[in-house]
């Protein structure tokens, strides 16, 4: 079965420090792999995504994630959080013979403190 | 940037109600999907439609739920008889290649 963990329900860091959100995916084949953040009432904000290629990819506000093969992680990093980093961060998959369908992570709420 | 855009952001309806929620897809996009994600859980797959018809659905996606395409703008999700159970947050997505997918701002379902 296909499944994505984020292991840790929340992260908290002092604004200026680095930050990792944590994602582990269980997936047949080589998926696609992505990260989204929830702002308080709003919609999924695409992140960044890793399709094939350097391990490292960058997104946006700063984001970057990590793609290991052997570890079937894609962890989400920030060399420096920011207050207005703090969210609900989702990490999710789309196998790539179907990509109609998304399996998202439960979510970490990342809690940046001034 | 083109936007998918969802309405009402919230909706109350009592229990046993048919409820319509709204999508208004990009507009150059093929591809129209709906999630769920009841609050504290997970965002999880309810169904796809392309060229008019479901073209996948998860098990969550009963008889009480369906989808159409009304007039070639609009996207819609219709529970027939609401349970509170499917007090949820709803997003639609939609999709132009394999890798465009946007998602809305969601509407946020209450049934009491």
């Known amino acids: 079965a296909q499944s994505v963990a984020q292991p840790e329900d929340q992260v908290n860091v002092a604004e200026g420090n680095p930050l990792t959100v944590k994602c582990t995916y269980s997936v047949s084949g080589n998926p696609y792999l992505f990260w989204y953040v929830q702002y308080p009432n709003r919609g999924l904000q695409f992140l960044l995504k890793y399709i094939t290629g350097d391990n490292l990819v960058k997104g946006s506000y700063g984001f970057e994630a990590e793609f290991n093969k052997s570890q079937t992680s894609f962890h989400l990093k920030k060399p420096s959080a920011l207050v207005s980093d703090s969210a609900l961060y989702f990490c999710?998959?789309?196998?790539?013979?179907?990509?109609?369908?998304?399996?998202f992570g439960s979510g970490t709420k990342l809690n940046v403190k001034p | 940037e083109p936007e998918v855009t969802q309405t009402p952001s919230h909706q109350v309806t009592q229990m046993g109600q048919e409820v319509i929620l709204r999508c208004v897809p990009i507009s150059n996009h093929l591809y129209f999907y709906w999630y769920r994600q009841i609050l504290g859980q997970k965002v999880e797959f309810l169904v796809s439609f392309y060229n008019n018809e479901i073209s996948e659905k998860s098990e969550i996606f009963d008889d009480q739920f369906s989808v159409e395409r009304p007039d070639g703008s609009n996207f819609t999700l219709k529970i027939r008889s609401t349970k509170l159970e499917d007090s949820a947050m709803y997003f639609c997505?939609?999709?132009?290649?394999?890798?465009?997918?946007?998602f809305g701002s969601g509407t946020r379902l209450t049934v009491v």
């Open positions: 997505a939609s999709r132009d290649s394999r890798y465009g997918y946007t």
């Open positions: 999710a998959v789309r196998p790539h013979e179907n990509f109609n369908k998304f399996y």
